[in-house]
């Protein structure tokens, strides 16, 4: 079953603005979080991973935040690009076999 | 690095026939692999874990008759649907960890569509 997430949420976004996407996780053991960008009909790519003994991790244009008080994790994209449309999934790490339990994602829409 | 395949991206079979589908990791050797399946507008579902030269530890409610699943090497993981029906159309994913990254790191393929007709 899903832990981690909401129902597939929609957001629009303003080319060029900033993207801030949301993802709750239920498991407080898990120290691991991933997060993952899906293009329609191409399988998730890696963008950006946070262990639970950080609380922010910058990327290339992507920032991770983890709030471990409130069990919650969040994906800032800076200057939103067309080329970041896409279904946005967090992943938390289960357990010892690496297994991840998956949210349900979000779409994000760039509105030109 | 941290490149997985899959082979074929997209079949079409008919109801009774059973599929191959193949994943690799290309540039590091993956300890574990991991088979999901994907509908419409939501999220993965795993299938299956396997690791090499093991049986493969399957999720509750898949049923590993079904979906025959070989790891027969630390770069390849197959994954059988036998006796195809129309209701195993799906898009099949699989993903790899190991030495590229964290342990923890899953690497994807890109999905193979399967149509059943």
């Known amino acids: 079953g899903e832990s981690v997430g909401l129902h597939l949420p929609t957001l629009s976004v303003q080319e060029g603005d900033n993207s801030i996407i949301n993802c709750a996780y239920s498991n407080s053991a898990s120290d691991y979080f991933i997060w993952y960008k899906q293009e329609s009909g191409k399988g998730p790519q890696f963008i950006i991973d946070i262990r639970s003994n950080m609380d922010k991790r910058q990327g290339q244009r992507v920032t991770v935040l983890l709030n471990k008080t409130v069990k919650h994790l969040s994906l800032q994209i800076a200057a939103t690009q067309p080329g970041d449309s896409a279904v946005y999934f967090c992943a938390e790490n289960m357990g010892s076999n690496y297994q991840l339990i998956w949210g349900a994602g979000t779409k994000l829409i760039i509105k030109p | 690095g941290a490149v997985v395949s899959q082979h074929p991206s997209r079949v079409i079979c008919k109801s009774g026939t059973s599929v191959k589908i193949e994943c690799r990791s290309l540039d590091f050797q993956a300890t574990t692999m991991f088979w999901y399946r994907q509908f419409p507008k939501k999220s993965l579902m795993l299938m299956a874990t396997?690791?090499?030269?093991?049986?493969?530890?399957?999720e509750q409610g898949v049923e590993k008759d079904k979906f025959l699943i070989n790891h027969a090497s630390l770069t390849l993981s197959t994954l059988t649907v036998t006796s195809a029906h129309p209701e195993d159309s799906s898009f099949y994913i699989c993903?790899?960890?190991?030495?590229?990254?964290?342990?923890?790191?899953?690497?994807f393929g890109p999905g193979t569509r399967l149509l059943v007709l």
């Open positions: 396997s690791n090499e030269g093991s049986k493969a530890t399957y």
């Open positions: 993903s790899a960890n190991g030495l590229a990254g964290s342990l923890e790191t899953q690497y």
